[in-house]
């Protein structure tokens, strides 16, 4: 479904990212995990065109280097990570946004009766038809992360790239917004490629990891296989001791609970 040949990129003449390479397949969800300064935004900026970029993109069999803006969003979409909100829209209105890169190119073209389809099955689907008439500064970082995922899903792309989907959000809305993911990558003709800093979150929802260091994949492969003294090496701290002592620590919290 997306496949990448040698991407390398920067800012300034400097390169941050340095031939990587990587595949997902159709259902496919990749997560790219690395120390902060690594690469992994960028990465996802040149994957949707924003950052210029050497080597190659393709979606589903199709280059994405020569298309416009508008054809690569119908191929791919990017939802960023979640920063503060500077318009006033409702939440109907921010969701239509999403099916800009299916408009025509007329500057009083109006919304056709399949953008507000595809608009309303995504409020119905994520929870957000009560709330369609609400201007989106009025919503709670949950519902307005929805409401972004919501935007993202009426674009139809084939592959939607993620950073940070879960950045600000409480654990309940985490794990939602994860299993609504796993849900869409389960559909014919769609994968996604995210960047986690939580690594539960990250395996809960990867079947494959791109494991980067400055700028450069050591590792690509199945989640289940993830090299672990890599990964601490990465990240320069022992992560599986980490994790074994936070599960022990809430192992000794249930049992003096009660096991509830």
Not at 1 to 10: A, E, F, P, R
Not at 13 to 42: A, H, Q, W, Y
Request: proline share 4%; hydrophobic share 40%.
């Amino acid at each position: 479904m997306l496949v990448t040949d040698n991407i390398s990129c920067g800012y300034g003449g400097e390169m941050v990212v340095r031939d990587v390479s990587f595949s997902v397949p159709e259902g496919g969800r990749l997560v790219i995990l690395g120390p902060n300064g690594c690469g992994k935004t960028t990465l996802l900026r040149a994957l949707m065109g924003i950052l210029p970029h050497s080597g190659s993109v393709s979606v589903d069999g199709q280059g994405t280097e020569r298309l416009s803006a508008r054809e690569r969003g119908r191929l791919m979409a990017l939802m960023p990570q979640m920063g503060e909100i500077s318009f006033t829209y409702t939440v109907m209105e921010t969701v239509l946004m999403g099916r800009y890169v299916h408009m025509e190119r007329n500057l009083f073209a109006s919304h056709s009766a399949r953008d507000i389809q595809a608009a309303e099955e995504q409020l119905h689907a994520l929870g957000l038809w009560d709330e369609r008439d609400r201007p989106i500064t009025k919503l709670s970082g949950g519902q307005l992360q929805r409401v972004l995922l919501a935007r993202t899903f009426a674009q139809e792309p084939k592959v939607i790239l993620l950073d940070e989907p879960t950045n600000h959000l409480d654990l309940r809305y985490q794990t939602e917004l994860v299993e609504e993911l796993r849900r869409w990558t389960s559909m014919p003709g769609r994968a996604a490629v995210g960047v986690f800093h939580d690594l539960d979150l990250a395996l809960a929802f990867a079947d494959t990891v791109l494991l980067m260091d400055g700028g450069r994949s050591v590792y690509f492969g199945p989640a289940e296989g993830l090299d672990l003294k890599k990964l601490s090496r990465v990240f320069g701290m022992d992560v599986p001791g980490y994790m074994r002592a936070s599960r022990e620590r809430w192992e000794r919290l249930e049992e003096g609970n009660g096991n509830i």
